[in-house]
T-cell receptor
Framework: NAGVTQTPKFQVLKTGQSMTLQCAQD?????MYWYRQDPGMGLRLIYY???????DKGEVPNGYNVSRLNKREFSLRLESAAPSQTSVYFC??????????FGEGSWLTVV | GQSLEQPSEVTAVEGAIVQINCTYQ??????LSWYQQHDGGAPTFLSY????GLEETGRFSSFLSRSDSYGYLLLQELQMKDSASYFC??????????FGAGTRLTVKP
């Protein structure tokens, strides 16, 4: 079972470059999320999507955009990367129950 | 606003019992969850409490007191593999899940 799959796993960007993190889930979940994790900061919610066609801001949305392409896919875009966006990014999904399933993470470094 | 407070670090010995506390403040409340994360890995679900009381799942138990905005995760018969970070999380509406900063548990032989 694939669960939540996100790509790329590792990426180095130069300041000002743009990139998109891709995420797909095969569990038929309605809700999808993007979190970032920095040392000592826990998981901070960037954006979430309650269902196909809807997206909402979380705690730290500035500098990011998202697209809920269909029920399976939820992408995160950095339009102009900054060193402050160096982090580990986790995509996640949840269904009717209160369990969130996470992808393996994407390590992003902005130099 | 929302906030979750949990200790940053806890150390215990193998075979012991450890309790990780979490206090929360949220405008709405739909339940308290706990997740485990090993270094370099993804968080994985441990337990969920929507109502007051104790939920037990094997060596792990979780407790909630909604009136006190407080919960804890209890780990019994600690094993070395339990060394990890533990996060409490609050769902404050049907889809917005927020996490605490995490508690790093170190289990010593």
């Amino acid at each position: 079972n694939a669960g939540v799959t996100q790509t790329p796993k590792f990426q180095v960007l130069k300041t000002g470059q743009s990139m998109t993190l891709q995420c797909a889930q095969d569990m038929n979940h309605n809700s999808m999320y993007w979190y970032r994790q920095d040392p000592g900061m826990g998981l901070r919610l960037i954006y979430y999507s309650a269902s196909e066609g809807t997206t909402d801001k979380g705690e730290v949305p500035n500098g990011y955009n998202v697209s809920r392409l269909n029920k399976r896919e939820f992408s995160l875009r950095l339009e102009s990367a900054a060193p402050s966006q160096t982090s580990v990014y986790f995509c996640a999904s949840s269904g009717m129950r209160n369990t969130i399933y996470f992808g393996e993470g994407s390590w992003l470094t902005v130099v | 606003g929302q906030s979750l407070e949990q200790p940053s670090e806890v150390t215990a010995v193998e075979g012991a019992i450890v309790q990780i506390n979490c206090t929360y403040q949220t405008s709405g409340f739909y339940g308290l969850s706990w997740y485990q994360q090993h270094d370099g890995g993804a968080p994985t679900f441990l337990s969920y409490n929507a109502l007051d009381g104790l939920e037990e799942t094997g060596r792990f138990s979780s407790f909630l007191s909604r009136s006190d905005s407080y919960g804890y995760l209890l780990l019994q018969e600690l094993q070395m593999k339990d060394s990890a970070s533990y996060f409490c999380a609050v769902r404050h509406n049907n889809n917005d899940m927020r996490f605490g900063a995490g508690t790093r548990l170190t289990v010593k032989p």
